[in-house]
């Protein structure tokens, strides 16, 4: 009897602990979300959180907050979110660096994407390209990949700075292609197209977005979209990997994440809105606009597709040397 009762006083506090967790989820939402964007205002994913964020209030019948919180290559607004309360209040909008590449850039990482996160979803694309000075004597990957190895150490590319995706990008490119190209960061995809522009550069790597006018208007070559295929938002443009470089794919990407330790619920409830939200024909309509492609998946297809480039691009940054500012 006494042994019942002993485990019946240290059942108790369980019980009770799952049945307040359940009443927890059964209410959820009772107060606002917030979505913690881990870059500024302005940017690709911020742009793609705004049009998301109203629709999925919505659909949540509670309004959802956007927290800009940039810095440290996504670092900073993952660090909060992985100490924030795991109840679904809180979730981050980050990008593929902060998810899979940090961990092999920086020595310390205050957070572990893998251990800290529940993933939701992952979100959207936004297709990079490989861009050369009107003044360079190639037209095609081919052509460039051949003058690149007639002349190694001479060429140079621009990127949106040191251990961004379009630095890890071109590293990716000279590792499969094995040829040396110098890598120049700037700050912002912006500087590094008008280096190529200016002839500070003869290679940039940016988003489509940005140098869709530059290219439009013949001051700027492209030379391929980095997309294992064609992007829809450029169809005119053969990919690397269809014209010279088989197997090569770098995209930019992010995802919607939780703390560790949300609710399956809560989760799963927020993978159903959101990738609803996701799949409109609206927004399909407003992400192509803003050079965006929407990405839903399940939570399980997203924590396989961060364990893949993590491995990827641990391979890449250790063969490179890359580096953080």
Not at 190 to 207: R, S, Y
Not at 218 to 233: D, E, F, I, T, Y
Not at 235 to 261: H, K, M, R
Request: hydrophobic content about 45%; proline content about 7%; aromatic content about 6%.
């Amino acid at each position: 009897m006494l042994n019942r009762l002993r485990v019946g006083c240290f059942a108790l506090p369980l019980l009770l602990s799952a049945l307040n967790a359940w009443a927890q989820t059964e209410a959820w939402p009772s107060k606002p979300i917030r979505l913690v964007v881990t870059f500024p205002p302005g940017g690709s994913s911020d742009a793609a959180a705004r049009i998301v964020a109203p629709r999925l209030a919505e659909k949540l019948g509670q309004p959802v907050v956007i927290d800009n919180r940039p810095g440290a290559g996504g670092g900073v607004g993952l660090e909060l979110v992985a100490k924030s309360p795991a109840d679904g209040y809180t979730i981050v909008l980050a990008s593929a660096g902060g998810l899979t590449a940090n961990p092999s850039l920086y020595k310390k990482l205050s957070y572990d994407p893998a251990r800290d996160f529940a993933p939701i979803t992952t979100f959207g694309t936004s297709p990079f390209v490989l861009l050369a000075s009107t003044q360079l004597a190639a037209s095609n990957v081919n052509d460039l990949l051949k003058l690149v190895r007639s002349q190694p150490g001479r060429l140079s590319y621009a990127s949106g700075g040191n251990g961004t995706a379009m630095h890890l990008s071109g590293e990716l490119l000279k590792s499969m292609a094995k040829v040396h190209i110098v890598h120049i960061p700037y700050r912002g995809s912006g500087p590094a197209l008008m280096a190529v522009v200016g002839g500070e550069t003869q290679l940039a790597i940016a988003d489509i977005t940005t140098a869709a006018a530059q290219i439009k208007s013949g001051r700027v070559k492209a030379l391929g979209v980095l997309s294992k295929g064609r992007s829809p938002l450029a169809p005119d443009i053969a990919s690397l990997n269809e014209s010279g470089l088989p197997g090569y794919e770098s995209v930019g990407w992010f995802g919607i994440l939780a703390p560790a330790g949300t609710p399956a619920a809560i989760v799963q409830r927020l993978n159903a809105e959101i990738t609803a939200v996701l799949k409109s024909s609206e927004v399909r309509e407003r992400f192509a606009a803003a050079g965006l492609e929407p990405l839903p998946s399940t939570p399980e297809e997203m924590a396989d597709f961060m364990k893949s480039e993590s491995v990827k691009w641990a391979r890449v940054i250790k063969e490179s040397g890359a580096s953080v500012d």
